[in-house]
């Protein structure tokens, strides 16, 4: 049987290229990659059996269900990487799952999800915004007197100020010019 082009994968220990690093599977990702190894393996096994064998040990049949079977391991290994990625994707946006907790960096991953990103753009906002409302407050509206209130009456108060110096000062010039 030709090799279908797994020649790239003939680096790594068990034949088959690996998309994720050990432990970072999920255990439905793991069963998928295990029976890729087993698949791999039984291949293997089943080609030193034809050309060991006497002739007509393994039936026409028999080999044809063999390639049959073996021509999904493709598919399969696609539908792994898919859900190792779905696994990923899901990770970067709500964290990682309940039963994944026990990883070392899950604190990490919880904290940089998506989810948390966002409830904490949201927390944010709604301290911004109780911010504002106080500001306002302080600042004063029509209904209630506020710092800008006090600064005008404080500007009056000076202007008064100013208006009574001038009067002494200009007074006491028009006294001594005369």
Excluded at 97 to 109: E, I, M, S, T
Excluded at 131 to 146: E, F, N, T
């Amino acid at each position: 049987m030709p090799s279908r082009g797994f020649a790239s994968w003939s680096g790594r220990a068990s034949g088959l290229p690996v998309a994720f690093e050990e432990g970072e599977a999920s255990p439905q990702v793991a069963v998928l990659q295990e029976a890729l190894r087993d698949l791999e393996a039984f291949r293997k096994d089943f080609e030193l059996l034809r050309r060991t064998s006497k002739a007509g040990a393994t039936s026409d049949g028999l080999s044809l269900a063999w390639e049959k079977l073996y021509s999904h391991k493709d598919r399969l290994a696609k539908v792994k990487d898919y859900l190792w990625d779905a696994q990923r994707r899901e990770e970067v946006i709500s964290g990682p799952r309940p039963d994944r907790l026990g990883d070392p960096d899950v604190r990490q991953k919880m904290d940089n999800s998506v989810a948390a990103l966002v409830n904490s753009v949201f927390k944010e906002s709604n301290e911004l915004v109780n911010a504002s409302d106080k500001a306002q407050r302080l600042l004063g509206d029509a209904s209630k007197a506020g710092i800008t209130d006090e600064v005008a009456s404080a500007s009056k108060a000076l202007e008064k100020a100013r208006a009574t110096i001038n009067k002494m000062v200009v007074g006491k010039t028009v006294e001594a010019s005369a």
